[in-house]
C-alpha cells in the first residue's frame, strides 16, 4: 500500500472509531450537566486529545514532513479574520437553529446553575475546550484530514472531513450547525494551506460558547 493510500485508510479508520465512540456516548443517555465543574474532566480531555493528537503525527509522518502534511506552517493572518468571521456567522446560525434543534441540550454539557465553589474548575475546562481540544480537533480532521483526501479534489477533501467532524459529536440534530462549521474551517485550510487560522477560529467558537453559558449562569 502506498504512504498516501495508507494515510487515507489510517484517517479513515480513526474517524469511524471516533465516530461510532460519539454515538455510544451520546446514547447512553446519562451525560452530566454538571461535568464543567469537575476537574477530572478537564485532565480526561487532556489525555484523549492527547492520545489523539499523536495518532494524527503517526499519520502525517506517513506522507513525508509530518509538520507539513498536518497543516503547521506559517499563515497570513488575515485567514484568522476570515475563519473569524465566518464562524461568528455560524454562531448566529446555530442561535437561530438552537429553538428547534435543542443541540445544546442533547449534548448534557451545560450546568443548571452556576456553583461559586467550582469556578475554578470551571475556567480550567474553559481553557482546555478553547486550546487542546480545538489543536486536537482541528489538527486530525481539518490538518491531516483535508490533507490525504486532496488527491481526490479540494471539495471531496472539504465535504469528508467536514461530515466526519459533525458526525464524531454524536448528535445528529447538531449536523445544522457542525458541518457548516467544519465546511468554513477546511476551506480556510485548504486556500490558507495552514491549520493555524482554523485552530485559533475554532478556539474563539468554543470559548465564546462557554463565555455566553457563563454569563447566563451568573445573571
Do not use: C
Not at 35 to 59: K, N, P, Q, R
Amino acid at each position: 500500500m502506498s504512504p498516501g493510500r495508507g494515510a487515507i485508510a489510517a484517517w479513515a479508520l480513526i474517524a469511524i472509531a471516533l465516530v461510532v465512540l460519539a454515538f455510544l456516548g451520546t446514547s447512553t443517555g446519562d451525560s452530566d450537566p454538571d461535568v464543567l465543574y469537575d476537574y477530572a474532566f478537564a485532565v480526561g480531555s487532556i489525555v484523549i486529545y492527547g492520545i489523539l493528537v499523536g495518532i494524527t503525527f503517526a499519520i502525517a509522518a506517513r506522507l513525508g514532513r509530518p509538520l507539513e502534511a498536518a497543516g503547521l506552517k506559517r499563515f497570513a493572518w488575515r485567514w484568522v479574520w476570515i475563519a473569524i468571521g465566518l464562524i461568528i456567522l455560524v454562531l448566529i446560525l446555530g442561535q437561530l437553529l438552537e429553538p428547534l434543534l435543542h443541540a445544546g441540550d442533547k449534548q448534557g454539557l451545560e450546568p443548571d446553575e452556576w456553583r461559586p465553589d467550582r469556578a475554578w474548575a470551571f475556567a480550567i475546562n474553559t481553557a482546555v475546550a478553547s486550546t487542546v481540544v480545538p489543536f486536537a480537533e482541528e489538527l486530525f480532521f481539518r490538518g491531516v484530514g483535508v490533507r490525504v483526501w486532496l488527491p481526490f479534489g479540494a471539495t471531496a477533501a472539504i465535504v469528508i472531513t467536514a461530515m466526519a467532524f459533525g458526525l464524531a459529536h454524536g448528535i445528529l440534530v447538531a449536523l445544522p450547525v457542525l458541518v457548516p462549521f467544519a465546511l468554513a474551517l477546511g476551506w480556510v485550510r485548504w486556500r490558507s494551506d495552514s491549520v493555524w487560522p482554523g485552530v485559533i477560529a475554532h478556539g474563539f467558537y468554543n470559548g465564546s460558547a462557554l463565555l455566553v453559558l457563563y454569563f447566563t449562569l451568573t445573571n
